[in-house]
Protein backbone atom coordinates (compact mmCIF):
# COMPACT_ATOMS: atom_id res chain seq x y z
CA UNK A 1 0.00 0.00 0.00
CA UNK A 2 1.26 3.78 -0.82
CA UNK A 3 0.34 6.17 1.45
CA UNK A 4 -0.42 9.83 0.77
CA UNK A 5 0.96 12.47 2.93
CA UNK A 6 2.99 15.71 3.65
CA UNK A 7 5.40 17.61 1.29
CA UNK A 8 7.56 15.47 -0.45
CA UNK A 9 7.45 13.67 -3.58
CA UNK A 10 8.51 10.50 -5.17
CA UNK A 11 8.02 9.00 -8.33
CA UNK A 12 7.19 5.41 -8.29
CA UNK A 13 6.65 2.67 -10.77
CA UNK A 14 3.78 0.91 -9.68
CA UNK A 15 1.49 -1.08 -11.83
CA UNK A 16 2.94 0.42 -15.02
CA UNK A 17 2.50 3.81 -13.77
CA UNK A 18 4.85 7.23 -13.03
CA UNK A 19 3.05 8.26 -9.99
CA UNK A 20 4.05 10.91 -8.12
CA UNK A 21 3.33 10.71 -4.15
CA UNK A 22 3.59 13.50 -1.51
CA UNK A 23 5.42 12.35 1.55
CA UNK A 24 6.43 14.22 4.88
CA UNK A 25 9.97 12.95 5.28
CA UNK A 26 12.30 16.48 5.06
CA UNK A 27 15.46 14.20 4.41
CA UNK A 28 14.47 13.06 0.76
CA UNK A 29 16.02 14.80 -1.84
CA UNK A 30 13.88 17.08 -4.53
CA UNK A 31 14.67 14.92 -7.16
CA UNK A 32 14.36 11.01 -6.86
CA UNK A 33 17.37 10.36 -9.99
CA UNK A 34 16.69 6.31 -9.81
CA UNK A 35 12.67 6.67 -10.53
CA UNK A 36 14.18 9.96 -13.35
CA UNK A 37 16.17 7.37 -14.84
CA UNK A 38 14.00 4.45 -15.36
CA UNK A 39 13.04 4.23 -18.86
CA UNK A 40 10.38 1.96 -18.10
CA UNK A 41 8.29 4.86 -16.57
CA UNK A 42 8.89 6.72 -19.91
CA UNK A 43 5.31 5.25 -21.54
CA UNK A 44 7.00 5.53 -24.98
CA UNK A 45 4.80 6.85 -28.01
CA UNK A 46 6.58 6.19 -31.34
CA UNK A 47 5.32 9.22 -33.00
CA UNK A 48 7.52 8.86 -36.57
CA UNK A 49 10.06 5.97 -36.38
CA UNK A 50 14.06 6.49 -37.32
CA UNK A 51 14.54 7.97 -40.90
CA UNK A 52 16.09 10.50 -42.56
CA UNK A 53 15.36 14.28 -41.87
CA UNK A 54 13.12 15.82 -45.06
CA UNK A 55 15.75 18.48 -44.41
CA UNK A 56 19.11 16.60 -45.27
CA UNK A 57 19.28 12.90 -45.66
CA UNK A 58 22.19 12.54 -43.29
CA UNK A 59 20.69 13.47 -40.42
CA UNK A 60 18.13 10.63 -38.82
CA UNK A 61 15.13 11.46 -37.12
CA UNK A 62 13.03 10.09 -34.42
CA UNK A 63 9.82 11.56 -32.55
CA UNK A 64 8.19 10.17 -29.68
CA UNK A 65 6.76 11.63 -26.62
CA UNK A 66 6.83 10.72 -23.23
CA UNK A 67 5.54 10.52 -19.69
CA UNK A 68 7.95 12.78 -17.71
CA UNK A 69 6.00 12.37 -14.57
CA UNK A 70 2.29 11.73 -12.76
CA UNK A 71 2.46 15.09 -11.34
CA UNK A 72 -0.29 14.45 -9.12
CA UNK A 73 -2.88 11.82 -9.02
CA UNK A 74 -4.41 11.17 -11.87
CA UNK A 75 -2.63 14.08 -13.77
CA UNK A 76 0.42 12.59 -16.19
CA UNK A 77 2.62 15.49 -18.01
CA UNK A 78 3.46 14.04 -21.24
CA UNK A 79 5.63 15.60 -23.87
CA UNK A 80 7.25 15.57 -27.55
CA UNK A 81 11.00 14.51 -27.91
CA UNK A 82 12.62 14.20 -31.34
CA UNK A 83 16.22 12.91 -31.93
CA UNK A 84 18.46 13.71 -34.16
CA UNK A 85 21.83 12.49 -35.17
CA UNK A 86 24.50 12.06 -37.93
CA UNK A 87 23.74 8.70 -40.22
CA UNK A 88 27.62 8.01 -40.22
CA UNK A 89 28.64 8.58 -37.09
CA UNK A 90 26.28 6.40 -34.51
CA UNK A 91 26.32 6.13 -31.71
CA UNK A 92 26.73 9.74 -30.33
CA UNK A 93 28.90 9.78 -27.53
CA UNK A 94 28.77 13.23 -27.03
CA UNK A 95 24.82 14.71 -26.46
CA UNK A 96 23.43 17.87 -26.25
CA UNK A 97 20.00 18.60 -24.75
CA UNK A 98 18.17 21.16 -25.73
CA UNK A 99 14.26 22.13 -26.08
CA UNK A 100 11.77 22.64 -28.85
CA UNK A 101 8.23 23.52 -28.92
CA UNK A 102 5.10 21.31 -27.48
CA UNK A 103 3.83 20.32 -31.32
CA UNK A 104 4.09 16.52 -31.96
CA UNK A 105 6.11 17.19 -35.27
CA UNK A 106 10.05 16.61 -35.78
CA UNK A 107 12.14 19.37 -34.89
CA UNK A 108 15.45 19.82 -36.49
CA UNK A 109 18.43 20.73 -35.35
CA UNK A 110 19.69 24.70 -36.23
CA UNK A 111 22.39 26.85 -35.77
CA UNK A 112 25.05 25.89 -33.48
CA UNK A 113 23.40 22.86 -32.99
CA UNK A 114 23.73 21.52 -36.47
CA UNK A 115 27.09 22.47 -36.61
CA UNK A 116 27.93 20.39 -34.11
CA UNK A 117 25.85 17.51 -35.42
CA UNK A 118 27.53 17.83 -38.79
CA UNK A 119 31.10 18.45 -38.25
CA UNK A 120 31.95 16.69 -34.49
CA UNK A 121 28.98 14.24 -34.55
CA UNK A 122 27.02 15.37 -31.83
CA UNK A 123 23.48 13.79 -30.77
CA UNK A 124 20.59 16.41 -29.81
CA UNK A 125 18.12 15.82 -27.84
CA UNK A 126 15.37 18.35 -28.35
CA UNK A 127 12.70 18.00 -25.49
CA UNK A 128 9.70 19.83 -25.96
CA UNK A 129 8.37 22.21 -22.74
CA UNK A 130 6.95 25.68 -22.29
CA UNK A 131 5.33 27.46 -20.06
CA UNK A 132 2.65 25.49 -17.46
CA UNK A 133 -0.51 27.10 -19.18
CA UNK A 134 0.86 25.86 -22.97
CA UNK A 135 1.62 22.33 -21.80
CA UNK A 136 -1.26 19.79 -21.79
CA UNK A 137 -3.88 19.86 -20.57
CA UNK A 138 -3.48 23.38 -22.36
CA UNK A 139 -4.93 26.04 -19.99
CA UNK A 140 -5.62 23.57 -17.14
CA UNK A 141 -2.30 22.34 -15.69
CA UNK A 142 -1.33 25.10 -14.49
CA UNK A 143 -4.19 25.44 -12.62
CA UNK A 144 -3.89 22.43 -10.87
CA UNK A 145 0.11 22.80 -10.12
CA UNK A 146 -1.21 26.07 -8.33
CA UNK A 147 -3.97 24.16 -6.10
CA UNK A 148 -1.31 21.16 -5.54
CA UNK A 149 1.17 24.27 -4.12
CA UNK A 150 -1.03 25.85 -2.02
CA UNK A 151 -2.69 22.62 -0.60
CA UNK A 152 0.55 20.76 0.10
CA UNK A 153 3.28 24.05 0.23
CA UNK A 154 5.63 21.73 -1.59
CA UNK A 155 7.78 23.48 -4.37
CA UNK A 156 7.72 20.51 -6.60
CA UNK A 157 4.53 21.98 -7.42
CA UNK A 158 6.80 24.98 -9.11
CA UNK A 159 7.33 25.30 -13.08
CA UNK A 160 11.27 25.21 -12.03
CA UNK A 161 10.74 21.85 -10.68
CA UNK A 162 8.82 20.12 -13.88
CA UNK A 163 10.90 22.06 -16.39
CA UNK A 164 13.95 20.28 -14.84
CA UNK A 165 12.32 17.28 -14.69
CA UNK A 166 11.74 17.47 -18.47
CA UNK A 167 15.58 17.94 -19.34
CA UNK A 168 16.38 15.04 -17.08
CA UNK A 169 13.72 13.09 -18.22
CA UNK A 170 14.52 13.80 -22.16
CA UNK A 171 18.17 12.57 -21.29
CA UNK A 172 16.76 9.18 -19.64
CA UNK A 173 14.77 8.91 -23.41
CA UNK A 174 18.00 9.30 -25.62
CA UNK A 175 19.90 6.35 -23.35
CA UNK A 176 16.61 4.44 -23.96
CA UNK A 177 18.25 4.32 -27.91
CA UNK A 178 21.41 2.78 -27.30
CA UNK A 179 22.28 2.32 -30.98
CA UNK A 180 22.27 5.98 -31.59
CA UNK A 181 23.19 7.47 -27.95
CA UNK A 182 25.46 5.77 -25.81
CA UNK A 183 26.29 9.15 -24.11
CA UNK A 184 29.55 9.99 -22.33
CA UNK A 185 29.51 14.11 -22.09
CA UNK A 186 26.33 15.52 -22.17
CA UNK A 187 25.95 19.44 -22.36
CA UNK A 188 22.16 20.76 -21.96
CA UNK A 189 21.55 24.52 -22.88
CA UNK A 190 18.41 26.85 -23.06
CA UNK A 191 17.17 30.18 -22.73
CA UNK A 192 14.61 31.55 -19.88
CA UNK A 193 12.71 28.98 -18.67
CA UNK A 194 14.55 26.86 -21.03
CA UNK A 195 17.78 27.78 -18.89
CA UNK A 196 16.10 27.46 -15.61
CA UNK A 197 15.72 24.00 -16.92
CA UNK A 198 19.32 23.59 -17.92
CA UNK A 199 20.73 24.94 -14.46
CA UNK A 200 18.43 22.08 -12.44
CA UNK A 201 19.48 19.21 -14.78
CA UNK A 202 22.80 19.89 -14.44
CA UNK A 203 22.70 20.97 -10.87
CA UNK A 204 20.93 17.79 -9.90
CA UNK A 205 21.48 15.42 -12.32
CA UNK A 206 24.84 13.81 -12.37
CA UNK A 207 24.59 12.62 -15.96
CA UNK A 208 25.24 16.28 -17.25
CA UNK A 209 28.81 16.75 -17.27
CA UNK A 210 28.40 20.49 -18.67
CA UNK A 211 25.30 23.45 -18.95
CA UNK A 212 25.06 26.72 -20.65
CA UNK A 213 22.46 28.86 -19.01
CA UNK A 214 21.60 31.76 -21.22
CA UNK A 215 19.02 34.20 -19.61
CA UNK A 216 18.45 32.36 -16.21
CA UNK A 217 19.46 33.03 -13.02
CA UNK A 218 23.20 32.27 -11.04
CA UNK A 219 21.95 33.98 -7.94
CA UNK A 220 18.36 35.46 -6.73
CA UNK A 221 15.16 35.01 -7.73
CA UNK A 222 13.71 35.71 -11.34
CA UNK A 223 11.01 37.90 -12.24
CA UNK A 224 10.15 39.32 -8.57
CA UNK A 225 7.72 37.78 -6.02
CA UNK A 226 6.27 34.15 -6.31
CA UNK A 227 3.19 35.74 -4.60
CA UNK A 228 1.17 38.50 -5.87
CA UNK A 229 0.33 41.16 -3.75
CA UNK A 230 3.78 41.19 -2.12
CA UNK A 231 5.61 43.37 -4.17
CA UNK A 232 7.63 46.24 -2.59
CA UNK A 233 5.67 49.55 -3.23
CA UNK A 234 9.00 51.44 -4.38
CA UNK A 235 8.60 49.12 -7.63
CA UNK A 236 4.85 49.16 -8.08
CA UNK A 237 5.22 53.10 -8.23
CA UNK A 238 8.22 52.86 -10.04
CA UNK A 239 6.45 50.91 -12.87
CA UNK A 240 3.15 53.38 -12.66
CA UNK A 241 5.71 56.08 -13.31
CA UNK A 242 7.46 54.31 -16.37
CA UNK A 243 3.73 53.63 -18.31
CA UNK A 244 3.07 57.39 -17.69
CA UNK A 245 6.08 58.34 -19.30
CA UNK A 246 5.59 55.65 -21.85
CA UNK A 247 1.69 57.01 -22.86
CA UNK A 248 3.39 60.81 -22.50
CA UNK A 249 6.02 59.90 -25.11
CA UNK A 250 8.92 60.56 -23.01
CA UNK A 251 10.39 57.50 -23.78
CA UNK A 252 11.31 57.27 -27.18
CA UNK A 253 9.72 53.66 -27.26
CA UNK A 254 6.93 52.74 -29.47
CA UNK A 255 3.16 52.58 -28.82
CA UNK A 256 3.00 49.09 -28.79
CA UNK A 257 5.27 48.47 -25.49
CA UNK A 258 2.69 48.84 -23.06
CA UNK A 259 0.13 45.87 -24.78
CA UNK A 260 3.40 43.89 -25.03
CA UNK A 261 4.62 44.21 -21.30
CA UNK A 262 1.06 44.14 -20.03
CA UNK A 263 0.82 40.82 -22.02
CA UNK A 264 4.13 39.28 -20.65
CA UNK A 265 2.60 40.23 -17.19
CA UNK A 266 -0.35 38.34 -17.42
CA UNK A 267 1.74 35.24 -18.96
CA UNK A 268 3.73 35.36 -15.50
CA UNK A 269 1.04 36.04 -13.29
CA UNK A 270 -1.05 32.66 -14.77
CA UNK A 271 1.49 30.93 -12.67
CA UNK A 272 1.97 32.66 -9.37
CA UNK A 273 -0.26 32.60 -6.36
CA UNK A 274 -2.13 35.28 -4.90
CA UNK A 275 -2.03 36.71 -1.40
CA UNK A 276 -5.15 36.11 -0.88
CA UNK A 277 -5.33 32.76 -2.58
CA UNK A 278 -2.10 31.74 0.26
CA UNK A 279 -4.02 33.07 3.17
CA UNK A 280 -7.44 31.00 2.64
CA UNK A 281 -5.10 28.13 2.01
CA UNK A 282 -3.82 28.50 5.48
CA UNK A 283 0.15 30.19 4.94
CA UNK A 284 1.81 32.17 7.26
CA UNK A 285 2.92 35.11 6.59
CA UNK A 286 6.38 33.73 6.79
CA UNK A 287 5.50 31.39 4.33
CA UNK A 288 3.94 33.79 1.95
CA UNK A 289 7.38 35.35 2.23
CA UNK A 290 9.67 32.63 1.94
CA UNK A 291 8.11 30.72 -1.20
CA UNK A 292 9.70 33.31 -3.89
CA UNK A 293 12.99 31.89 -2.44
CA UNK A 294 11.80 27.85 -2.00
CA UNK A 295 10.64 28.04 -5.89
CA UNK A 296 13.65 28.79 -7.46
CA UNK A 297 16.11 27.13 -4.85
CA UNK A 298 16.63 24.32 -7.41
CA UNK A 299 17.68 26.31 -10.23
CA UNK A 300 20.45 28.58 -8.24
CA UNK A 301 23.90 26.95 -8.71
CA UNK A 302 25.57 29.23 -6.48
CA UNK A 303 23.73 27.39 -3.72
CA UNK A 304 25.80 24.20 -4.92
CA UNK A 305 28.79 25.30 -6.07
CA UNK A 306 31.47 23.04 -4.12
CA UNK A 307 29.70 20.09 -5.05
CA UNK A 308 29.25 20.68 -8.44
CA UNK A 309 33.17 21.67 -8.62
CA UNK A 310 34.14 18.78 -7.47
CA UNK A 311 31.88 16.33 -9.47
CA UNK A 312 33.71 18.54 -12.53
CA UNK A 313 30.77 20.02 -14.32
CA UNK A 314 31.36 22.36 -16.40
CA UNK A 315 29.46 25.49 -16.66
CA UNK A 316 28.97 28.82 -18.61
CA UNK A 317 26.33 31.61 -18.14
CA UNK A 318 25.13 34.17 -20.25
CA UNK A 319 22.99 37.08 -19.15
CA UNK A 320 21.59 40.28 -19.65
CA UNK A 321 22.53 43.34 -17.25
CA UNK A 322 19.02 44.63 -18.29
CA UNK A 323 17.46 41.49 -17.04
CA UNK A 324 15.28 41.65 -13.83
CA UNK A 325 16.25 37.34 -14.27
CA UNK A 326 19.41 37.81 -12.69
CA UNK A 327 19.02 40.76 -10.35
CA UNK A 328 21.65 39.88 -8.33
CA UNK A 329 24.71 40.17 -10.70
CA UNK A 330 26.88 42.37 -8.17
CA UNK A 331 26.26 40.27 -5.58
CA UNK A 332 27.49 37.60 -7.38
CA UNK A 333 30.77 38.83 -8.55
CA UNK A 334 31.20 39.83 -5.36
CA UNK A 335 30.82 36.56 -3.42
CA UNK A 336 32.17 34.42 -6.46
CA UNK A 337 34.46 36.74 -8.16
CA UNK A 338 35.82 33.79 -10.76
CA UNK A 339 32.32 32.69 -11.89
CA UNK A 340 32.52 31.74 -15.52
CA UNK A 341 29.65 34.57 -16.87
CA UNK A 342 29.22 36.49 -20.10
CA UNK A 343 27.18 39.95 -19.15
CA UNK A 344 25.90 41.45 -21.53
CA UNK A 345 26.37 44.83 -21.24
CA UNK A 346 22.38 46.20 -21.96
CA UNK A 347 21.05 42.74 -22.34
CA UNK A 348 17.66 41.94 -22.25
CA UNK A 349 15.51 39.01 -21.74
CA UNK A 350 13.71 38.52 -25.24
CA UNK A 351 10.38 38.66 -24.56
CA UNK A 352 7.72 40.55 -26.54
CA UNK A 353 9.55 41.88 -29.92
CA UNK A 354 7.21 44.95 -29.47
CA UNK A 355 8.35 45.92 -26.36
CA UNK A 356 10.70 48.20 -27.74
CA UNK A 357 14.02 45.68 -26.93
CA UNK A 358 16.84 46.38 -28.99
CA UNK A 359 19.18 43.66 -27.59
CA UNK A 360 17.86 40.32 -26.68
CA UNK A 361 20.19 38.18 -25.01
CA UNK A 362 19.24 34.70 -26.56
CA UNK A 363 19.26 36.10 -30.03
CA UNK A 364 22.76 37.77 -30.10
CA UNK A 365 25.65 36.56 -32.30
CA UNK A 366 27.63 36.30 -29.62
CA UNK A 367 26.11 34.56 -27.45
CA UNK A 368 25.22 32.03 -29.90
CA UNK A 369 29.27 31.65 -30.87
CA UNK A 370 30.09 31.44 -27.24
CA UNK A 371 27.23 28.28 -27.37
CA UNK A 372 29.39 27.04 -29.98
CA UNK A 373 32.95 27.13 -28.77
CA UNK A 374 32.20 26.24 -25.42
CA UNK A 375 30.67 23.20 -26.72
CA UNK A 376 33.46 22.51 -29.19
CA UNK A 377 36.00 23.17 -26.13
CA UNK A 378 33.52 20.86 -23.52
CA UNK A 379 32.82 17.56 -25.69
CA UNK A 380 36.43 18.12 -27.89
CA UNK A 381 38.80 19.89 -25.55
CA UNK A 382 39.22 22.77 -29.17
CA UNK A 383 40.98 25.83 -27.53
CA UNK A 384 40.38 26.44 -23.54
CA UNK A 385 38.30 28.32 -22.27
CA UNK A 386 39.06 31.92 -20.77
CA UNK A 387 39.31 32.48 -16.84
CA UNK A 388 37.39 35.25 -15.56
CA UNK A 389 38.98 38.65 -15.20
CA UNK A 390 39.66 40.35 -11.97
CA UNK A 391 38.63 43.82 -11.90
CA UNK A 392 39.38 46.94 -9.90
CA UNK A 393 38.69 50.59 -10.29
CA UNK A 394 39.49 54.03 -9.00
CA UNK A 395 36.90 56.82 -8.78
CA UNK A 396 38.09 60.72 -9.02
CA UNK A 397 35.20 62.79 -7.79
CA UNK A 398 37.06 66.25 -9.09
CA UNK A 399 37.64 64.87 -12.73
CA UNK A 400 34.73 62.93 -12.88
CA UNK A 401 37.14 60.27 -14.06
CA UNK A 402 36.21 56.40 -13.55
CA UNK A 403 39.76 54.17 -14.41
CA UNK A 404 38.98 49.67 -14.71
CA UNK A 405 41.79 47.91 -14.62
CA UNK A 406 40.88 43.88 -15.58
CA UNK A 407 43.62 40.69 -14.96
CA UNK A 408 43.57 37.25 -16.21
CA UNK A 409 45.30 35.18 -13.79
CA UNK A 410 46.55 33.27 -16.84
CA UNK A 411 47.85 35.87 -18.84
CA UNK A 412 45.22 35.11 -21.39
CA UNK A 413 45.50 38.17 -24.21
CA UNK A 414 41.83 39.01 -26.16
CA UNK A 415 41.75 40.27 -29.05
CA UNK A 416 38.90 42.46 -28.31
CA UNK A 417 39.08 44.16 -25.50
CA UNK A 418 36.25 46.94 -23.99
CA UNK A 419 34.90 49.03 -20.70
CA UNK A 420 30.98 49.35 -20.83
CA UNK A 421 29.08 51.69 -18.19
CA UNK A 422 25.77 52.90 -17.65
CA UNK A 423 24.78 55.90 -15.24
CA UNK A 424 22.42 56.20 -12.77
CA UNK A 425 20.75 52.63 -12.96
CA UNK A 426 17.10 51.99 -11.70
CA UNK A 427 16.40 49.38 -9.47
CA UNK A 428 15.94 45.49 -10.70
CA UNK A 429 12.42 44.63 -11.19
CA UNK A 430 11.85 48.31 -12.28
CA UNK A 431 10.54 48.09 -15.91
CA UNK A 432 12.60 51.54 -16.26
CA UNK A 433 15.67 49.26 -15.38
CA UNK A 434 15.19 47.22 -18.55
CA UNK A 435 15.88 49.98 -20.68
CA UNK A 436 18.78 51.50 -18.97
CA UNK A 437 21.55 52.83 -22.08
CA UNK A 438 25.10 51.74 -22.03
CA UNK A 439 27.79 52.56 -23.48
CA UNK A 440 31.37 51.61 -24.21
CA UNK A 441 35.38 52.58 -24.82
CA UNK A 442 38.10 50.08 -26.16
CA UNK A 443 40.59 49.39 -23.44
CA UNK A 444 44.14 49.10 -24.10
CA UNK A 445 46.58 46.56 -23.47
CA UNK A 446 48.63 46.63 -20.56
CA UNK A 447 50.83 43.34 -20.88
CA UNK A 448 50.71 39.96 -19.00
CA UNK A 449 46.96 39.68 -18.83
CA UNK A 450 46.35 43.15 -18.14
CA UNK A 451 43.99 45.98 -19.66
CA UNK A 452 42.97 49.34 -18.70
CA UNK A 453 40.05 51.89 -19.39
CA UNK A 454 38.73 54.83 -18.35
CA UNK A 455 35.32 57.20 -19.01
CA UNK A 456 35.29 60.90 -17.53
CA UNK A 457 31.73 62.03 -17.27
CA UNK A 458 30.04 65.21 -17.37
CA UNK A 459 28.36 65.79 -13.48
CA UNK A 460 28.75 62.82 -10.86
CA UNK A 461 26.82 60.26 -11.19
CA UNK A 462 23.79 59.11 -8.73
CA UNK A 463 25.32 55.18 -9.25
CA UNK A 464 27.53 53.95 -11.95
CA UNK A 465 27.08 50.68 -13.38
CA UNK A 466 30.14 48.92 -15.00
CA UNK A 467 31.49 45.45 -17.19
CA UNK A 468 34.45 44.62 -19.30
CA UNK A 469 33.71 42.69 -22.03
CA UNK A 470 36.47 40.16 -23.84
CA UNK A 471 36.39 38.56 -26.59
CA UNK A 472 38.98 35.50 -27.88
CA UNK A 473 38.99 33.80 -31.38
CA UNK A 474 40.53 30.84 -31.50
CA UNK A 475 40.40 27.48 -33.37
CA UNK A 476 37.62 29.22 -35.64
CA UNK A 477 35.27 30.02 -32.95
CA UNK A 478 34.65 33.36 -31.04
CA UNK A 479 34.14 33.02 -27.13
CA UNK A 480 33.32 36.13 -25.03
CA UNK A 481 33.41 37.10 -21.28
CA UNK A 482 32.86 39.54 -19.20
CA UNK A 483 34.63 40.90 -15.91
CA UNK A 484 32.09 40.93 -12.66
CA UNK A 485 29.89 43.73 -12.48
CA UNK A 486 31.08 46.53 -10.92
CA UNK A 487 29.10 49.12 -9.04
CA UNK A 488 30.00 52.44 -6.69
CA UNK A 489 27.66 55.16 -5.67
CA UNK A 490 29.80 58.24 -5.00
Known amino acids: DVKVSGTMIKILFLTGLLVAVVEARADRPLFDLDAIRDARTLETTVIQDWKPSARD ?7 IEVTICEWWVGQKVRIPITFNVPADRLPCTNVLVMNMGLGAKPAAATGGALKLLKEDGVGVVLVGMGTIDAMR ?121 KAALDGRTGRREATRVTTAEAKAAGWSDAEIAALTDRSWDACRITDYLPQLRARGLEFFYNVGSNDSVSPALKELGNRFPDFPIYIVPGGQHGGPADAGFTRRVPSLKEVQNNFVAFAQYHFLRKSSLMSAPSIRHQWNANAKRLTVTTTFSKGESPGQNHLWWSVNRHEPFTLAFEYDEWQSVEMKPMGNGRFHGELVLEKNPKNLEFITVHSRTAQGETMTISSPLGRFVP
Not at 57 to 63: H, S
Not at 140 to 164: C, N, S, Y
Request: charge should be positive.
Open 57 to 63: KGVLQKL
Open 137 to 257: PVGQLHLGMKRELLRTKDVRFTPAWIWGMSQMRGLTAAKAEPEHFRPFKVLATGGSKRGVATAVAGIHDDRFTAILPVVAPPLGNPGGPVVLGTEPPRITAANNKFFQDLTAGKLGLPEST
